[in-house]
C-alpha cells in the first residue's frame, strides 16, 4: 500500500529553478535507495540523481553540478533541487523508491506518477 506523491514541477525560464518532493506514504519497514528519473518525449527514460541511505548522491553528468538529490528520512521525503535549467532538461519527471515493506518482505521498486518539468527558452 505503498504510495509516492511527487510535487514541484512547472513552467520555468532558462536558467532559473525548482524544487521538486516526493512524499513516500504507507507500509514502510525500511526505505534503501531513492532516485529520480525523467523521460523526455520521444525519449527513453533517464537516470537523473540518486541517494543511498547513508546520504552519498550520484548524478547523471547532464545534470551534475546543477541538480542536488537530498532526503529528509524523518519525512520520508526526497527532494530534487534543480538549478540553472536548461530547455534540454524538459522531461517528465518520477521518484522511484527501493523499500521493504516488512522485515519478511523483498525489496521492491516504487515509482510515483511524474510531474511535468517544462523550461522555456
Known amino acids: 500500500q505503498v504510495q509516492l506523491v511527487e510535487s514541484g514541477g512547472g513552467l520555468v525560464q532558462a536558467g532559473g529553478s525548482l524544487r521538486l518532493s516526493c512524499v513516500v506514504s504507507?507500509?514502510?519497514?525500511?526505505?534503501?535507495?531513492v532516485a529520480w528519473y525523467r523521460q523526455a518525449p520521444g525519449k527513453q527514460r533517464e537516470l537523473v540523481a540518486s541517494?543511498?541511505?547513508?546520504?552519498?548522491?550520484n548524478y547523471a553528468a547532464s545534470v551534475k553540478g546543477r541538480f542536488t538529490i537530498s532526503r529528509d528520512n524523518a519525512k520520508n521525503t526526497v527532494y530534487l533541487q534543480m538549478s540553472s535549467l536548461k530547455p534540454e532538461d524538459t522531461a517528465v519527471y518520477y521518484c522511484?523508491?527501493?523499500?521493504?515493506?516488512?522485515?519478511?518482505?523483498?525489496?521492491?521498486?516504487?515509482w510515483g506518477r511524474g510531474t511535468q518539468v517544462t523550461v522555456s527558452s
Open positions: 541517494i543511498a541511505t547513508d546520504g552519498s548522491p
Open positions: 504507507g507500509s514502510i519497514f525500511r526505505i534503501d535507495a
Open positions: 522511484k523508491v527501493s523499500l521493504r515493506e516488512s522485515t519478511w518482505s523483498l525489496r521492491k521498486d516504487y
